[in-house]
């Protein structure tokens, strides 16, 4: 499914306010619980950065010690 950012935003406002239930333009959609809000949420980010063409960036961090 194509997702938009409307859609995201409405989403991250109804997880940050704490409700359950999401409207963007005339539709509404009630989720379970805030876990599934944080899957959907996360599905959407992996959609619209997929759509972008862009990827995530790695990090790698590297340590070392040295002995004396």
Known sequence: MAYTQ???DALEA???SGALTV???ETSTT???LAEMR???AAIDH???TAAGARK???TKI???RDY
């Open 57 to 59: 960036r790695r990090v």
């Open 14 to 16: 109804a997880i940050a």
């Open 6 to 8: 409307t859609q995201r």
């Open 39 to 41: 899957q959907v949420l």
């Open 23 to 25: 409207r963007y333009g």
């Open 31 to 33: 989720y379970r619980s």
């Open 47 to 49: 959609s619209l950065t």
């Open 63 to 65: 340590t070392s010690t």
